[in-house]
């Protein structure tokens, strides 16, 4: 019994030094994180209600009923595009520096743009809609 309890603690040993570290990670910063570009947020909408989960009725007119996890609506002007992209949060958090007419550093992913926070950690922002400038 003593013997296969330490037989586990040798082999659980290497297993730190095997996990990989993920974009968030503390080890990872923004000037280590490839591929980051810099935008501009051009406009925020806070949707507090969350999303519609169900409808009832109610007399002659039909009444959503919301699932209360905000989400954001943020526009970010990236290489000549402007992006539309959805920040979901279960918490209601939102960074303070992600205001209207401050830059924010993003990474361009499938369908996603990655918003990097204040901590280095990569959000994901699902791209909602997509337009070209006009000058």
């Known amino acids: ?10 082999l659980a ?3 730190p030094a095997l996990a990989r570290q993920g974009p968030g990670d503390s080890a990872s910063h923004p000037a ?10 051009l406009s925020v909408e806070q949707h ?11 007399g002659l007119a039909l009444i959503p009923v919301y699932d209360h996890y905000a989400f954001y609506d943020i526009t970010i002007r990236l290489s000549g595009k402007n992006y539309l992209v959805r920040y979901e949060t279960q ?4 960074p303070a520096a992600w205001k209207p007419g401050n ?6 992913g499938h369908g996603r743009l990655y918003l990097l926070r204040y ?6 922002a699902s791209i909602v809609h997509e337009s070209s400038v006009r000058h």
């Open 1 to 10: 019994m003593r013997a296969s309890g330490i037989i586990l603690i040798l």
């Open 32 to 41: 280590t994180i490839s591929g980051l570009q810099t935008g501009d947020i």
């Open 119 to 124: 901590d280095g950690v990569e959000v994901p």
């Open 48 to 58: 507090g209600e969350g999303r519609a989960f169900d409808w009832v009725r109610g």
């Open 103 to 108: 830059p924010i550093q993003v990474r361009p």
């Open 91 to 94: 918490t209601g958090y939102y």
């Open 13 to 15: 040993l290497p297993l």
